[in-house]
């Protein structure tokens, strides 16, 4: 999908995505997934695939025992979290490394995992809630890529207030990180949900009111609830309670499929560092 003029203006580069994620989203389009070729996509590219099992062999995925191959990875996590795992390793490999872009991708693997998985508990569709989760943040790393010593200090000066950074980056750049951020992932053609709760998650996180605009809100739901759970667990019930009506997602099931994702992943996490 061809890049909004208004930012072209701006002339900030929007990357391309790399050729194995292309052939990656064909495979997953289909409707019987081919799980070898799958694997083997991923295994023809060494530098992905690596990136892939230490990701995957981490201790936010606790696995009981050490995964020597994408195929076993597969079996372990199943298709859309190795998928997304590959997606993230991707989306990585674009940008040059900085420092300031690894608490991201942490963020980014964490909060991707959590939106899927509570997605699934609810009967929205993971992946997508699991891709808007990955890419939430990536127009940070657009900024970074573009113009890293103008960048550095609107991250340092904002700190966690993510409503300050936006502002400080639209006064400094004409155009601000979520909006950045959704135009890549139209780009790489993630799914409408996905973009609208990358382009809103801003304004989402800080007010808790779902944008209007956007006829199907439960990705963008997913998103509040697990910006709470990343940044301030005791309000997730709170949260919860707000943003599920508005996306028409029963408000008991969400929080119970929430603290069961959370449980999950603590129990996984102790697992590994037992």
Request: charged letters at 20%; proline letters at 5%.
């Given at each position: 999908?061809?890049?909004?003029?208004?930012?072209?203006?701006?002339?900030?580069?929007?990357?391309?995505?790399?050729?194995?994620?292309?052939?990656?989203?064909?495979?997953?389009?289909?409707?019987?997934?081919?799980?070898?070729?799958?694997?083997?996509?991923?295994?023809?590219?060494m530098?992905?695939?690596?990136?892939?099992?230490?990701?995957?062999?981490?201790?936010?995925?606790?696995?009981?025992?050490r995964?020597?191959?994408?195929?076993?990875?597969?079996?372990?996590?199943?298709?859309?979290?190795?998928?997304?795992?590959?997606?993230?390793?991707?989306?990585?490999?674009?940008?040059?490394?900085?420092?300031?872009?690894?608490?991201?991708?942490?963020?980014?693997?964490?909060?991707?995992?959590?939106?899927?998985?509570?997605?699934?508990?609810?009967?929205?569709?993971?992946?997508?809630a699991?891709?808007?989760?990955?890419?939430?943040?990536?127009?940070?790393?657009?900024?970074?890529?573009?113009?890293?010593?103008?960048?550095?200090?609107?991250?340092?000066?904002?700190?966690?207030?993510?409503?300050?950074?936006?502002?400080?980056?639209?006064?400094?750049?004409?155009?601000?990180?979520d909006?950045?951020?959704?135009?890549?992932?139209?780009?790489?053609?993630?799914?409408?949900?996905?973009?609208?709760?990358?382009?809103?998650?801003?304004?989402?996180?800080?007010?808790?009111?779902?944008?209007?605009?956007?006829?199907?809100?439960?990705?963008?739901?997913?998103?509040?609830?697990?910006?709470?759970?990343?940044?301030?667990?005791?309000?997730?019930?709170?949260?919860?309670?707000?943003?599920?009506?508005?996306?028409?997602?029963?408000?008991?099931?969400?929080?119970r499929?929430a603290?069961k994702?959370?449980?999950?992943?603590?129990?996984?996490?102790?697992?590994?560092?037992?």
């Amino acid at each position: 999908m061809p890049v909004d003029a208004e930012l072209r203006l701006l002339e900030i580069d929007i990357p391309s995505q790399p050729e194995a994620l292309v052939k990656l989203s064909l495979l997953l389009a289909e409707d019987d997934i081919d799980l070898k070729a799958l694997a083997s996509l991923i295994e023809s590219d060494m530098a992905l695939a690596a990136s892939v099992l230490k990701a995957v062999n981490s201790s936010l995925y606790g696995l009981s025992g050490r995964v020597q191959s994408v195929q076993q990875a597969i079996t372990y996590l199943g298709t859309r979290e190795v998928a997304a795992v590959t997606f993230e390793m991707g989306l990585r490999a674009v940008f040059p490394h900085a420092p300031e872009l690894a608490p991201i991708w942490d963020r980014a693997a964490w909060r991707g995992l959590l939106m899927g998985r509570i997605a699934a508990a609810l009967a929205v569709d993971p992946w997508v809630a699991h891709s808007a989760g990955l890419f939430e943040e990536c127009g940070k790393a657009v900024l970074m890529r573009h113009a890293a010593e103008r960048y550095r200090p609107l991250l340092v000066a904002a700190g966690d207030d993510e409503s300050l950074l936006v502002r400080l980056e639209h006064a400094e750049f004409g155009v601000s990180n979520d909006k950045l951020g959704a135009a890549l992932c139209e780009s790489w053609g993630l799914a409408a949900p996905a973009v609208a709760s990358v382009r809103h998650h801003v304004t989402v996180h800080a007010t808790h009111e779902l944008p209007a605009e956007v006829p199907r809100r439960a990705v963008c739901a997913l998103s509040a609830m697990a910006h709470a759970l990343m940044t301030a667990p005791e309000t997730l019930d709170e949260v919860a309670q707000v943003v599920a009506p508005q996306a028409q997602l029963d408000e008991v099931l969400a929080l119970r499929g929430a603290r069961k994702v959370e449980e999950q992943l603590q129990a996984a996490s102790e697992r590994a560092t037992a």
